[in-house]
């Protein structure tokens, strides 16, 4: 009997103003089942971290990817968004048979590949997606917070917070600022 592997695949990262946009490709052991997946905003950062572990020791296989903030400038946000999916699953150690990616659109992959909206709540191995993808780039926020401490970018992992937006008018932005988002374009500092 032939078994199709599925990949899940998700983001995180898309809306803050800094920091690379983060995402995941998992594919589930059927045989290993995992409780409690579920959409990683759903989540508390404890729930998070401890299904992370165990997506990462029970899935057949699992990717975390990324597109840098340099390439969210230059490609814009949806597209590097793509291109960060498809390092996901060009990264798997397994090849899936089929790809269901959290949203409305779809990266070009070497397999059938379908969006579905909402898919982080109700596709297992798209939350679980969700969950790699999340908190790979929250911990990605906690080390820029350590290169540039001025932002908070660990407590708001980047969200234009009404501190972040505080931070960026009195310091300009950092490396780590995405220049093509309004509210870093707006500040009167040179990039």
């Not at 997606?129 to 350590?146: G, H, N, P, Y």
């Amino acid at each position: 009997m032939i078994v199709l592997l599925i990949a899940g695949i998700d983001e995180a990262g898309r809306g803050p103003l800094a920091g690379p946009v983060v995402a995941s490709a998992v594919i589930l052991d059927p045989e290993r089942p995992i409780k409690g997946l579920r959409d990683s905003k759903q989540l508390t950062a404890g729930e998070r971290d401890d299904l992370a572990a165990e997506i990462r020791a029970r899935s057949l296989a699992w990717a975390v990817a990324e597109a840098c903030v340099a390439e969210i400038d230059e490609l814009n946000i949806l597209q590097a968004t793509l291109v960060a999916m498809r390092r996901a699953v060009a990264a798997l150690a397994i090849a899936p048979g089929q790809a269901l990616v959290d949203g409305n659109c779809c990266p070009l992959l070497p397999c059938p590949v379908r969006a579905i909206v909402g898919g982080d709540r109700d596709i297992a191995a798209i939350s679980a997606a969700s969950i790699l993808a999340k908190t790979s780039r929250d911990l990605m926020l906690v080390e820029l917070d350590r290169l540039y401490p001025d932002y908070g970018f660990a407590q708001h992992k980047g969200y234009a917070t009404p501190e972040h937006l505080a931070a960026l008018a009195r310091y300009g932005p950092c490396p780590a600022h995405r220049r093509s988002f309004a509210p870093v374009r707006q500040t009167n500092f040179d990039f």
